[in-house]
């Protein structure tokens, strides 16, 4: 169910047609920024680059069926939805490179210098600052649109694992949510313009750049065993290239886990 407090919510509506951010619907409280544009989507009424950031949400999902749990009015909880004229399934890849990019440039923005581990975790230090859902919509001439939730760790102070980390954490000092969040919709909405225009190559060598492990022996997990293996790259299908005892393998998100 859609859990929304209405009385402080409100849109703006930016002069850019057609851009991320043309409009932004700021939520106190949601039960998930991604159900929220998945309600829309369903009602015909979002159009493209339409974001909505919310205070808080009590049902914010995570990769793998796992929730993602923000205090209140301390992190940047964001989606967007984006539409494409075309985009082959076997590019869609690019979603995650372009989404990946954007938040470590909003970091180095920062001065941070932040890691992608592999598909589209944000790491600083090797500790999670930042995690992203993309949920797509496939016909039969390739990706329809996405729904795109970030879950951006601004102000938080408070987490269950040591392996995550905030932007106070890190800079030692609070920042304005609503500040990372512009940051974080300006770099979505250059960054698309690669996506426009079909450069895909641009977008994955600025990926496997900052790609966390790439070239290293690292250890992940598969089915219930520790395994060690060298990560060489990405397929053209996305999925992770390691090197492993049986050769080199390709995975997808659901096969295996990274340890930190
Ligand atoms: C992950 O690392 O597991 C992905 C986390 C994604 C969280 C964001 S917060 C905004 C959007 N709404 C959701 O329910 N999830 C995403």
Not at 93 to 107: D, K, N, T
């Amino acid at each position: 169910m859609l859990f929304l407090n209405l009385l402080s919510n409100f849109a703006i509506r930016n002069e850019n047609m057609n851009q991320i951010g043309q409009t932004i619907i700021a939520l106190d409280l949601v039960d998930s920024t991604n159900n929220y544009v998945a309600n829309l989507v369903k009602e015909g009424t979002i159009a493209h680059g339409t974001v909505i950031l919310a205070d808080e949400q009590t049902n914010g999902r995570g990769q793998r069926g796992t929730i993602w749990q923000t205090s209140a009015k301390k992190n940047v909880i964001l989606s967007t939805f984006v539409t494409f004229q075309q985009l082959p399934i076997e590019k869609q890849s690019a979603i995650h490179h372009w989404v990946a990019i954007s938040i470590c440039q909003v970091l180095s923005n920062y001065g941070i210098s932040a890691n992608i581990k592999w598909p589209n975790d944000i790491l600083v230090e090797n500790k999670k600052i930042a995690g992203v859902l993309i949920e797509n919509a496939i016909s039969s001439s390739g990706i329809k649109h996405a729904i795109i939730g970030i879950g951006l760790n601004v102000n938080e102070e408070e987490f269950e694992s040591d392996k995550a980390t905030s932007l106070k954490q890190i800079l030692g000092s609070e920042v304005e949510v609503r500040e990372v969040a512009n940051k974080l919709i300006h770099y979505l909405n250059s960054g698309f313009s690669s996506i426009v225009n079909c450069d895909f190559l641009t977008l994955k060598t600025d990926y496997l750049d900052k790609l966390w492990g790439l070239n290293q022996t690292v250890e992940f997990v598969r089915n219930d065993e520790v395994e060690e293996g060298i990560i060489v790259g990405t397929s053209e299908f996305g999925l992770l290239e390691v090197i492993t005892s049986n050769g080199k393998e390709e995975f997808d998100i659901k096969e295996v886990k990274f340890i930190l």
